[in-house]
């Protein structure tokens, strides 16, 4: 049953507890939450007092709590949403795993790998899922991008462009391991695994910088990536965008919102003999070119808010559907663990000048022996 168009009345709900009250939890997924029939807020925990009475009172309950441990303690609970400082997410998420729940992280699930495998070991162990929020693999246009690849005539991808180039950071891990993570995982995503990386970088200062990454998938499809953090986090246009050619297709992605694809043009003449010798092998007539961006005037309708748009909505969507059903999750702690190999097999790539086969990161050999 429909409350509103792409909002349904839930049978069944999961209780869950919100672990972290700032700016991200609170504007994002706590947003996204309340439009959510399935998930039924029981708990809120912030070390900021004032944050967790807020987030308490939007939900409609009587108290919250500062120490995670009190709360799991207190609170009867199916599963935990854990959005808050990125270095900690993992260890606050393991926590709440080894009191018995599901947990859904903001990304990066984590910024260190012993943390993440631990996280992952206590869930294996307990029998509970770890779910990320790589809400780009639901983003509208990225959507569409990876139904135009997977569309009849679009032939195979053969190279991947990507850039992301936010404003100032505060230390020298976080452009990659916090600010990219979406896009290896969004490359995992559209074209499929990596093989390899050679990657350089320059240096302004610690937390300024620009990352160039040449990548080439197991598929062999090939890649340019460009990282940086020399740019503005209020002004949005170029700061994002990704490119995926085909057999004479171009898609488009700006900003994560506008999606143009280019379509084959019309052969009207080809020359297969290349009698001429010439550059060009064919004569071609342009063909029109198909552009949708996302209708903003429409306030009132699910599907004009951001973190629809975005893509969060249905990504925790997705999470609280797999605990109800039972079903595998659509992105998952294995994705998060993922994304930060390919974050460190970049490093390992500026610091030693060479390229650096995923296969044969460390990080690897330890995950298949778990």
Known sequence: MYLYEGMEKAERKVRAVLVGCGEQA????????????????????????DRADWAAARFGLSRSYRDLADMLGEVEADCAFVVTIAGLQAKLAKQCVEAGLHVYTEKPTGTELGDVDELLAAAK???KKVGVSFNKRFDLAYRD????????????????????IGGYRTNETDLLRVGCCHFFDLMRFLIGE?????AYR?????????????????????????????????????MESVEIRGDRNMIFADNGRDFTWQ????????DTGLANKGTQAVTEEAVPVEILRPNYSNLGKLSTKDFFIN?????????????????????SGEDGRMALVLALAVDRSVEQGR????????????????
């Open 26 to 49: 609170t504007n994002m997924i706590h947003d996204v939450i309340t439009y959510i029939d399935e998930i039924e807020v029981v708990g809120v925990c912030d070390m900021n007092g």
């Open 125 to 127: 162990k307990a029998g």
């Open 145 to 164: 991008m990876k139904a135009a690849i997977e569309s009849e005539g679009f032939g195979r991808a053969n190279a991947f462009m990507a850039k992301f």
């Open 194 to 198: 990596v093989e390899e990386v050679f």
């Open 202 to 238: 320059y240096e302004e200062q610690v937390g300024r910088h620009t990352y160039a990454v040449a990548v080439r998938f197991e598929n062999g499809c090939v890649g340019n990536l460009t990282f940086g953090s020399l740019g503005s986090w209020v002004n949005g246009y170029g």
């Open 263 to 270: 379509k084959p043009s019309k052969i009207v003449a080809s």
């Open 311 to 331: 893509g969060n909505y249905q990504c925790v969507k997705a999470f609280a559907q797999s605990l109800l059903t039972g079903e595998d999750l659509k992105v």
């Open 355 to 370: 390229p650096v086969k995923i296969a044969e990161m460390p990080e690897m050999s330890k995950r298949a022996a778990r």
